[in-house]
T-cell receptor, first 115, second 116 residues
Framework: AQKITQTQPGMFVQEKEAVTLDCTYD???????LFWYKQPSSGEMIFLIY??????QNATEGRYSLNFQKARKSANLVISASQLGDSAMYFC????????????FGTGTRLLVSP | SAVISQKPSRDICQRGTSLTIQCQVD?????MFWYRQQPGQSLTLIAT?????????ESGFVIDKFPISRPNLTFSTLTVSNMSPEDSSIYLC?????????????FGDGTRLSIL
């Protein structure tokens, strides 16, 4: 079964608008961590934001925030005030016990920001 | 954070040959991870490399095809053996610096491999 599901293969947004990228996950463990990464066309993987399963508040990092709904097992990334440089692939990933080391990635969402 | 250097950054290889990818980290790390990203796909973990022990391979990946070395806490190599066009991918090295479930994985810039 898929551990991480990203149902939006592609998303379009206009500059300065907000956009939400969806991510649902599947785990039976109460302790886990969720990550979002950005991969521009140049290929590097850039860490954006983290949400722990026990965190009481939604994570925020600058223009990035996480809409974490634990009961629904969703961790959607919200990008506010989109910029042209936000055009990239976005991957949701999860880390579980034991060890909390390896990451399992979703299939990704390609975001295109238009002027 | 960590600075991860991968070499080569890209290569074009002939079918049946092997290529070794190097990964150097600027700090000591316990585990190093090797991922494969096939064209238009997500990242798939190949193996986890611990210093001083055999690498742990994920389902679908075998040591004969992807031998890994981990001679010390800052360096690892991944060899892609007997290459075929299906091995054309980006190969990424990754590490976690520090402990705790909230520590992100940091990635090298990847090796873009094309097999003719």
């Amino acid at each position: 079964a898929q551990k991480i599901t990203q149902t939006q293969p592609g998303m379009f947004v206009q500059e300065k608008e907000a956009v939400t990228l969806d991510c649902t996950y599947d785990t039976s463990d109460p302790s886990y961590g969720l990550f979002w990464y950005k991969q521009p066309s140049s290929g590097e993987m850039i860490f954006l934001i983290y949400q722990g399963s026990y965190d009481q508040q939604n994570a925020t990092e600058g223009r990035y925030s996480l809409n974490f709904q634990k009961a629904r097992k969703s961790a959607n990334l919200v990008i506010s005030a989109s910029q042209l440089g936000d055009s990239a692939m976005y991957f949701c990933a999860m880390r579980e016990p034991p060890g909390f080391q390896k990451l399992v990635f979703g299939t990704g969402t390609r975001l295109l920001v238009s002027p | 954070s960590a600075v991860i250097s991968q070499k080569p950054s890209r290569d074009i290889c002939q079918r049946g040959t092997s290529l070794t990818i190097q990964c150097q980290v600027d700090s000591q790390v316990t585990m190093m991870f090797w991922y494969r990203q096939q064209p238009g796909q997500s990242l798939t973990l190949i193996a986890t490399a611990n210093q001083g022990s055999e690498a742990t391979y994920e389902s679908g990946f075998v040591i004969d095809k992807f031998p890994i070395s981990r001679p010390n806490l800052t360096f690892s190599t991944l060899t892609v053996s007997n290459m075929s066009p299906e091995d054309s991918s980006i190969y990424l090295c990754s590490v976690v610096v520090g402990t705790g479930p909230n520590q992100p994985q940091h990635f090298g810039d990847g090796t873009r491999l094309s097999i003719l």
